[in-house]
C-alpha cells in the first residue's frame, strides 16, 4: 500500500527567504507525484506534477520540486518566499490499482507560515 | 468556465440528521471523489466513482453514502450513523487513467450543532 510522509507540520519562515517542504513517499509499484496548495477555506489547486523525464519540475508561483526515487522522495522548493505563499501545502502520489482505477494519496499536510 | 461546484459552502446539522451535499462538475470527467479533511490529518478518501452508476468505497466510508446517476453529479449524504461529521468535505473530479490531477471543489464545512 501506499503512503505519503510530510515530514514538517509546520514551517514558519520570513519573506524572501528560501524554503523546502518534504515529502517521502511509499509504494512498492510505479507512481507519479503532485503537489497541491490550499489557502484558508478553500479547495485545493495543482502545483505542480512528476509523471516521468526530468526529475526537476517546475510548477506555479515560482515552486518546483525535485524527484529522487532512491530516496523516494519529492521535496518542494522555492528559492525566495512571498507572505501570500502561506498557505498549507500537501503532497500527493498516485499509484494503480487493481483494473483501471485511480486513486490519489496524500500527506497530512504542512502549514507554511510567512512572516514579514 | 467549467469547474466544480459544491454547496452549501456552511452546513449545519442537528444531532440524528442526515444531510447531503451536493457536488457538480462540468468538466465532462469520468471520474469523482469525495474527501474528508480535518485539522492535521490531511484528506481522506471517503467514496470514489469512476463511472456512472458505479462507486467504490473510499478508506473511511462509514456513516456515509453516495450516488453517481448523472455523470456530472456526485452527492454525499452524510448519515446519523457518522458519530464525528463535523470536518471539512472537499469534491474532486478527474479524467480516468494513470498520472491524471485531480480537480477540486471550494468545499462544504459541516458542522453539527
Known amino acids: 500500500a501506499q503512503s505519503v510522509t510530510q515530514l514538517d507540520s509546520q514551517v514558519p519562515v520570513f519573506e524572501e527567504a528560501p524554503v523546502e517542504l518534504r515529502c517521502n513517499y511509499s509504494?512498492?509499484?510505479?507512481?507519479?507525484l503532485f503537489w497541491y496548495v490550499q489557502y484558508p477555506n478553500q479547495g485545493l489547486q495543482l502545483l505542480l506534477k512528476?509523471?516521468?523525464?526530468?526529475?526537476l519540475v517546475k510548477g506555479i508561483n515560482g515552486f518546483e520540486a525535485e524527484f529522487n526515487k532512491s530516496q523516494t522522495s519529492f521535496h518542494l522548493r522555492k528559492p525566495s518566499v512571498h507572505i501570500s505563499d502561506t498557505a498549507e501545502y500537501f503532497c500527493a502520489v498516485s499509484d494503480l490499482l487493481r483494473s483501471s482505477n485511480y486513486k490519489l494519496t496524500f500527506g497530512k499536510g504542512t502549514l507554511l507560515t510567512v512572516n514579514p | 468556465d467549467g469547474g466544480i461546484t459544491q454547496s452549501p459552502k456552511y452546513l449545519f446539522r442537528k444531532e440524528g440528521q442526515n444531510v447531503t451535499l451536493s457536488c457538480e462538475q462540468n468538466l465532462n470527467h469520468d471520474a469523482m471523489y469525495w474527501y474528508r479533511q480535518d485539522p492535521g490529518q490531511g484528506l481522506r478518501l471517503i467514496y470514489y466513482?469512476?463511472?456512472?452508476?458505479?462507486?467504490q468505497k473510499g478508506d473511511i466510508a462509514e456513516g456515509y453514502s453516495v450516488s453517481r446517476e448523472k455523470k456530472e453529479s456526485f452527492p454525499l449524504t452524510v448519515t446519523s450513523a457518522q458519530k464525528n461529521p463535523t470536518a471539512f468535505y472537499l469534491c474532486a473530479s478527474s479524467t480516468r487513467g494513470f498520472g491524471t490531477e485531480a480537480f477540486f471543489g471550494q468545499g462544504t464545512r459541516l458542522t453539527v450543532v
Open positions: 509504494s512498492s509499484v510505479s507512481v507519479y
Open positions: 466513482s469512476q463511472i456512472v452508476n458505479d462507486f
Open positions: 512528476y509523471l516521468s523525464g526530468s526529475t
